[in-house]
């Protein structure tokens, strides 16, 4: 080849533009690598301030158990335990079992372990235990059983003391 060859050749009319255009892509290209690059660390910075966010977060939604709190705890817990105690089948089962030679006294309900203590006089121990059977009868008492008696002398007429205990079961019915 000689050295004036390249110079018969034409010279090309878009060389121009093609390096221009080149140009272009290679910075658009370094642009939206940039632009990735910048998303990324955003990203991972959002990511690190959202933990942070959620660590505080479950560190300031632990309760303070404070005095107060556990007393209103209490409240509650005694205000459920007198709405869910089944106070119309307890009187229904009283007044079914009452007996004319047994006179009831006291009804001491203690709503929260469900036991329910009945303390009265008797005419006699058969009537006494005619009482215990027709308690022991009714479906929303449990163990009924007879945990004190004694005979008492009031002005010559002789009766008997007693104190029954029961456990209260069943659901209530009036929520």
């Known amino acids: 080849m000689d050295p004036l060859s390249p110079y018969l050749r034409p010279p090309l009319r878009h060389a121009g533009w093609l390096w221009l255009l080149v140009a272009v892509l290679l910075i658009g290209a370094a642009w939206l690598a940039q632009d990735g690059y910048q998303t990324a660390m955003r990203t991972e910075q959002l990511a690190a301030r ?59 309900p203690d709503k929260t372990s469900r036991q329910l203590i009945l303390r009265g006089e008797a005419r006699d121990r058969r009537a006494l235990e005619a009482y215990l ?42 929520r």
């Open 50 to 108: 959202s933990e942070r966010l959620q660590a505080q977060q479950r560190r300031a939604a632990k309760p303070v158990d404070d005095k107060a709190s556990q007393r209103t705890q209490k409240q509650w817990a005694a205000l459920q335990a007198e709405r869910d105690y089944p106070w119309p089948e307890v009187f229904l089962a009283i007044e079914r079992a009452g007996k004319a030679d047994v006179e009831l006294l006291e009804f001491q």
């Open 133 to 174: 059977d027709a308690l022991a009868g009714q479906a929303v008492l449990n163990r009924v059983h007879l945990s004190h008696q004694q005979t008492v002398l009031r002005e010559r007429l002789e009766t008997v003391e007693f104190e029954i205990k029961a456990v209260v079961v069943g659901p209530s019915s009036n």
